[in-house]
């Protein structure tokens, strides 16, 4: 089984920002495509972003975009997502998840390994 390991959630303000890491299992980066979806309590799980293994590319959801950031880095095994500008509909809890393709991605893709979450809280 991969590892998939969230971390960097919390409490933050309106406007405020956060950064997750997603530390995975060596050579995830190099032939799987990396998304972070998020749950917020009573509602459907929501696609945010996803990376590339093949180049890097990346994808937003529109709710998301400009405000959010993904990355990664070889040498950490680690995905990152930065949160910037937080709004109260960004609560829920965030998930690093892999796809078991490594070309084009989508954020709302069929994910096939999944982490234990993250909770992120923006509060009013």
């Known amino acids: 089984q991969l590892r998939i390991v969230e971390s960097g959630g919390g409490l933050v303000q309106i406007g405020g920002s956060l950064r997750l890491s997603c530390e995975v299992s060596?050579?995830?980066?190099?032939?799987?495509?990396v998304g972070w979806i998020r749950q917020a309590a009573g509602r459907e799980r929501e696609g945010v972003s996803c990376?590339?293994?093949?180049?890097?590319?990346?994808e937003y959801a529109h709710s998301v975009k400009g405000r959010f950031t993904i990355s990664r880095d070889f040498a950490k095994k680690t995905v990152y997502l930065e949160m910037d500008n937080l709004k109260p509909e960004d609560t829920g809890v965030y998930y690093c998840?892999?796809?078991?393709?490594?070309?084009?991605?989508?954020?709302?893709?069929?994910?096939?390994?999944w982490g234990q979450g993250t909770q992120v809280t923006v509060s009013s």
């Open positions: 998840a892999i796809e078991n393709v490594n070309l084009f991605c989508s954020p709302g893709a069929e994910y096939h390994e």
């Open positions: 060596e050579f995830v980066l190099d032939y799987y495509n």
């Open positions: 990376i590339t293994a093949n180049d890097g590319s990346t």
